[in-house]
Nanobody
């Protein structure tokens, strides 16, 4: 069965905002890493933001001060709030979770398009 479900992608104008969510099933537990990657056509999949257990947060330089990653432990959810979006943010965004037991889970991907 599916373990990760992503939502929140869409089309926005430059300067706009989107919020991406990734909900993990209850069978996913003992989480070590929760992160968001993005991939544009013909390019590699790059890490955008992540949380290491217990609460260490990291961002790639291009999204610092614009994106915010957070988690809701009660609902087993990780969220990416994206503000001041730029055309170069256009990509498919993927949620990734790694457990202490080294199990790896990927979301199905959600399209984010920033265009005027």
């Amino acid at each position: 069965q599916v373990q990760l479900v992503e939502s929140g992608g869409g089309l926005v104008q430059p300067g706009g905002s989107l919020r991406l969510s990734c909900a993990a099933s209850e069978s996913v537990f003992s989480i070590y890493f929760m992160g968001w990657y993005r991939q544009a056509p013909g390019k590699r999949r790059d890490l955008v933001a992540n949380i290491f257990s217990p609460d260490t947060i990291q961002y790639t330089d291009s999204v610092k001060c614009r994106f915010t990653i957070s988690r809701d432990n009660a609902n087993n959810t990780v969220t990416l709030q994206m503000n001041s979006l730029k055309p170069e943010d256009t990509a498919v965004y993927y949620c990734n979770i790694i457990t202490f037991g080294r199990a790896t889970y990927w979301g199905q991907g959600t399209q984010v398009t920033v265009s005027s």
